[in-house]
Nanobody, 126 residues
Framework: QVQLVESGGGLVQPGGSLRLSCEAS????????IGWFRQAPGKERGAILC????????YYTDSVTGRFTVSRDNAKNTVYLRMNSLKPEDTAVYYC???????????????????WGQGTQVTVSS
């Protein structure tokens, strides 16, 4: 059974950092691209970025460029989202999702992401 489980969310002050984890099970992570998304209260879910199975990162929003980075440890079947210089507007539920391909889809094909985790809450507040 394909499963993605996010963790690492919490309450952090503006300017702080968090590292989210997305642990995969039921499939081998190194064969799939993984994306990170977020949904703020009252807003639609939006795409943040995607990491290809072995290389390549696509950022789907400019709002995190220079602050958020992604890495993966295929041996641990886990993808990480490192978030620095957090702002109150980063407050959201963060999700990871899998696309059944090695490469990340372009911005116009985000419906390719299929399997989703349950999300982890990130709150940026003083």
């Amino acid at each position: 059974q394909v499963q993605l489980v996010e963790s690492g969310g919490g309450l952090v002050q503006p300017g702080g950092s968090l590292r989210l984890s997305c642990e995969a099970s039921g499939f081998t992570l190194d064969s799939y691209a993984i994306g990170w998304f977020r949904q703020a209260p009252g807003k639609e879910r939006g795409a943040i970025l995607c990491t290809g199975s072995h290389f390549g990162v696509i950022y789907y929003t400019d709002s995190v460029t220079g602050r958020f980075t992604v890495s993966r440890d295929n041996a641990k079947n886990t993808v990480y989202l490192r978030m620095n210089s957090l702002k109150p507007e980063d407050t959201a539920v963060y999700y990871c999702a899998r696309v059944v391909a090695r490469l990340c889809p372009p911005p116009g094909q985000l419906d390719d992401f299929g399997d989703w985790g349950q999300g982890t809450q990130v709150t940026v507040s003083s």
